[in-house]
């Protein structure tokens, strides 16, 4: 189910909102797993006993890992090590199948493979992993029941598209979800955020940079530029809005979760790109597989390896395809080459030079992850430059740019963080949100307090404590202010909702 | 002299209500006008009275689905529900209009729907679609030509451009031209079967083209049907037929605005000047289509122009819209002539008119005609002329049209016979 669609917004939340706070708050996961159910069902009809049964194992080999709390540390590995190889057998099979088959030639052989993708399947497999590994290292006893375990993996918030949660923050929240009010308005404000970014800047400009790559070949230099930047903004506002929508319905059901987004497109580097964008995947390869490689702490050569590595893995996570790969590595050798080679030279440069090559550093890596093939990709990194044979202008790139120039101009205000004041302040007046975050999230210095992204020295973070910092309350002018700021994003969204098919977000094939 | 005391006067108990209201009322308002939208479009789109049809669509809206194991299973069912929600939205087409307005006005798209709608006069063109020529469309038409002429009647082909060809000047320099490359190949196409009046140049007159169509419509207005008229009239002339002129005073009904196919597609809300429906009209129409034998049809229905909707279909008016056949006779003295029309939507307009000048005229649409072989009808009603008058779009972008029609109309039966099976 898409979150943007007329079922769910005009039957699915009402009926979803009316169940979770029908029963009393020590039972709210029952209706939350069952509506997870309905709404992951709703597309994948038969797929879904495939996440619950992810969910059944993943619950009971966690009860084993917590019982096998004494035996010693190579049975405890043996037995991570068969519980995340089985987690991972589904992604293995629908996602990465036929490509391992047509990569090692056995082309025939994978012609025969026809094995739907599962919807979220990268998504709550990676929390399932993660909820294993947590346990063998001891930073978790486990969930209490199954139901609550199930509730979190499931949980139609974060399903389909993330963020990657981790029960250790979530999972306790889930014991008794309670209606909180200022996490309620706060939680509406960023779902009706998100939708208005979804359908009504995403989808608008999805509409010009699909026609522009649907002809193969770029016409022009400046086509491919307008074709490039129009992506990078379509990709941010799609992939955060899914976010916003997530993190706000997870509000308005007295849960919260972490950020995912903190304005990438003002990074100032590769590495401070993946400090803000898609955070919760960052952090998850940092924790489970970049630190275990041996982090940053190495010798140079096996820093390399680890970032190649730990890169490569994050691109091939996005889609079984060269493309993605090349994308994840492209972003592995930055990180490397800021680190050992003009990271430095890049930071003693003007602040406004740095955050040019931060966002051309995304916007370049935009064009591999768009393209449907190397050879695109090749013709658009040719044209851009000017080194192939298309003009410099054509009427494309005019027409491109007459059909959304007021939707990039919103976009990359938005991107650039114009709302984040007002945004800021509502959540520190309206979420309680936990304690030692709320720095980070209301911090208006331009970086992240943490480092979130394999490459960094900072070692994992420490399991956030709940602690609940109370909101004062607010005044009736303020609160006019939201009502009606939701009622616009909302009632511009519907009408897009309402206009536009289907129109999932592109994430959802990952 | 207000009663109210300072505030630190108040009792305990008003500071509690006040704290409460700040700390668990209004910061949830936002969230409860969500939740109080969504669940209102819930409770509408389950009780208010469901439509069957859209005009803004011109198609019937969807039911709710049957359930079944099977269509669960398969998902149909669910997008049955999604399908059926999505045309059962409370006020439908006013979401639809604020999507236009937005869309055009606050986001300034020029293009809404693949239709332009930021054209200086409020010309409406749509992006062209890409067409392909049958091969045997040219020795089809060369065989009806020498079909009709054996019949005994002379054969006058038509071609009318479509908008997007007659402003194709005024077309984003970014979209294809699709339409100016098949042209030429349909007009030679059509010359094989006989002596062609081609309609470009007239209807492409940068003083008249304006008037000639409709802004928010893909068809030409009465005065491109009516200029259409005179042209035929005097190439028919050429070909030693006779087609008299209409000497009555024409006067203009206004029966309102107007939004046509292009109008409805991006609603009012993205369109910059509705037309207005206004049909020049002679005092009293003459002609009648015959139905079972009478002849009380009226060539104009006034009820569809009137109609108090305001996105309905009003070029329905001409002729009460598409018929695969019909036979229109006009007992004026005035009126001469037999004509056979063989035509798509552009002809209802010119039939309306064409009507009022001729004895008897017969149209046939292939689009919906199921009835006997062109040949062996032209050789029943014994035409005076046959005029087989079509754009690019109604021929080579129809599915269900089968270019074979122009010599054998069973073609065309077996063909829909076939895409109803799902064969096509």
């Known amino acids: ?510 | 002299m207000s009663m109210t005391p300072p505030p630190d006067e108040r009792t305990p108990g008003s500071a509690r209500v006040r704290d409460l209201v700040r700390s668990r009322v209004l910061p949830a308002l936002a969230g409860v006008a969500l939740v109080g939208f969504v669940g209102a479009m819930a409770a509408g789109a389950v009780a208010l009275p469901h439509q069957s049809r859209s005009t803004m669509d011109g198609r019937s809206l969807r039911g709710f689905p049957d359930a079944s194991a099977s269509s669960v299973e398969d998902g149909t069912w669910m997008t049955g529900v999604e399908s059926w929600l999505d045309d059962h939205v409370p006020a439908r087409d006013r979401w639809l209009e604020l999507h236009g307005t937005l869309a055009s006005r606050a986001l300034r798209a020029p293009v809404v729907d693949d239709v332009l709608v930021d054209d200086p006069q409020g010309m409406q063109l749509e992006k062209p679609v890409e067409l392909t020529l049958p091969d045997a469309l040219g020795a089809n038409a060369q065989q009806l030509g020498r079909d009709v002429r054996a019949a005994g009647a002379p054969i006058l082909w038509v071609y009318v451009p479509r908008k997007e060809e007659s402003f194709a000047d005024r077309l984003p320099a970014a979209w294809p031209d699709y339409y100016l490359r098949t042209a030429p190949l349909m007009k030679a196409a059509m010359r094989r079967g006989g002596p062609l009046l081609d309609l470009t140049p007239l209807l492409s007159d940068p003083q008249h083209r304006d008037d000639y169509y409709w802004r928010t419509d893909h068809h030409w207005t009465p005065a491109g049907a009516l200029a259409a008229v005179d042209a035929i009239a005097a190439r028919a002339g050429q070909l030693g037929v006779t087609i008299p002129p209409d000497v009555r005073p024409y006067t203009t009904h206004h029966y309102g605005e107007y939004l046509g196919s292009t109008g409805r597609r991006v609603t009012r809300g993205a369109t910059k000047r509705p037309d207005q429906f206004d049909i020049p009209q002679p005092s009293s129409w003459r002609a009648r289509g015959c139905r079972a034998g009478v002849c009380d049809q009226p060539v104009f229905v006034t009820s569809k122009a009137t109609d108090r909707d305001p996105y309905a279909n009003r070029y329905l008016a001409f002729t009460g819209g598409d018929h695969g056949y019909q036979r229109i006779s006009n007992p004026d003295p005035a009126a001469h002539g037999t004509i056979m029309l063989v035509k798509d939507s552009f002809g209802d307009a010119l039939t309306t008119y064409l009507a009022e000048r001729v004895s008897t005229l017969i149209t046939i649409d292939e689009r919906h005609y199921t009835g006997a072989d062109l040949r062996k009808v032209v050789a029943a009603q014994k035409p005076d002329l046959v005029i087989v008058m079509h754009n690019q779009v109604s021929v080579l972008g129809n599915v269900e049209f089968d270019s074979t029609a122009w010599v054998d109309m069973a073609a065309t039966k077996a063909h829909r016979a076939q895409a109803a099976e799902g064969d096509g």
Request: aromatic share 14%; charged share 10%; net charge positive.
């Open chain 1, 1 to 510: 189910m898409v979150f943007t669609s007329t079922v769910f917004l005009f039957a699915f939340l009402p009926v979803a909102l009316l169940a979770f706070y029908l029963v009393p708050s020590r039972w709210r996961c029952a209706p939350l797993l069952a509506m997870s159910a309905v709404f992951y069902a709703w597309g994948e009809p038969v797929l879904v006993v495939l996440i619950l049964l992810t969910s059944l194992f993943t619950y009971a080999w966690g009860h084993l890992l917590v019982r096998s709390g004494e035996a010693p540390p190579s049975r405890r590995r043996a037995l991570l090590l068969v519980g995340v190889a089985v987690v991972l057998v589904p992604i293995a099979a629908f996602k990465y199948l036929h490509f391992v088959l047509a990569t090692v030639g056995l082309s025939a052989l994978a012609d025969d493979v026809h094995l739907p993708l599962p919807i979220g399947v990268s998504f709550y497999t990676f929390m399932a992993v993660g909820y294993l590994i947590d346990i063998h290292r001891r930073r978790d006893d486990g969930a209490p029941s199954l139901l609550r375990f199930s509730a979190f993996l499931t949980m139609f918030p974060h399903l389909v598209a993330g963020p990657i949660v981790r029960w250790s923050h979530v999972g306790p929240q889930l014991a008794r979800p309670r209606f909180q009010a200022g996490m309620f308005g706060y939680g509406a404000l960023r779902v009706s955020g998100g939708l208005f970014k979804k359908a009504v800047l995403s989808d608008s400009v999805a509409a010009v940079v699909d026609s522009m790559y649907a002809t193969g070949a770029p016409t022009s230099t400046g086509a491919a530029w307008v074709a490039t930047i129009g992506y990078s903004l379509q990709i941010y506002l799609d992939f955060s809005a899914y976010s916003d929508i997530a993190i706000g319905l997870a509000a308005m059901m007295g849960v919260h979760f972490d950020e995912n987004f903190r304005y990438p497109y003002v990074s100032r580097s590769a590495r401070e790109f993946w400090q803000r964008w898609h955070i919760s995947l960052g952090t998850w390869f940092r924790d489970y597989l970049y630190i275990p490689l041996g982090g940053s702490r190495v010798r140079p050569i096996v820093l390399w390896r680890n970032l190649l590595v730990v890169w490569a893995v994050t691109g091939l996570w996005h889609g079984a395809a060269w493309t993605f790969i090349l994308w994840g590595t492209y972003f592995g050798v930055l990180i490397g080459l800021e680190r050992t080679v003009w990271g430095r030279a890049v930071e003693r440069t003007p602040a406004v030079v740095q955050h040019c090559y931060g966002l051309l550093v995304a916007v370049l890596g935009w064009v591999l992850f768009r393209s449907t093939d190397l050879h695109q990709a090749s013709s658009y990194y040719l044209a851009m430059f000017g080194l192939s044979d298309a003009p410099a202008w054509d009427p494309t790139a005019t027409f491109a740019l007459d059909r959304s120039w007021v939707v990039f101009v919103i976009g990359a205000l938005l991107a650039a963080g114009i709302a984040r004041p007002f945004m800021d302040r509502a959540q520190q007046l309206l979420e309680a949100v936990p304690a030692p975050r709320l720095e980070a999230v209301a911090g208006t210095s331009g970086t992240p307090t943490s480092e979130p992204v394999a490459g960094t020295d900072v070692e994992p973070a420490a399991v956030s404590t709940l602690t609940q910092v109370a909101p004062a309350g607010i005044g009736a002018g303020l609160a006019a202010v939201l009502v009606a700021v939701v009622a616009v994003l909302t009632l511009a969204a519907t009408a897009f909702v309402v206009a536009t098919t289907y129109s999932p977000f592109i994430y959802f094939r990952f």
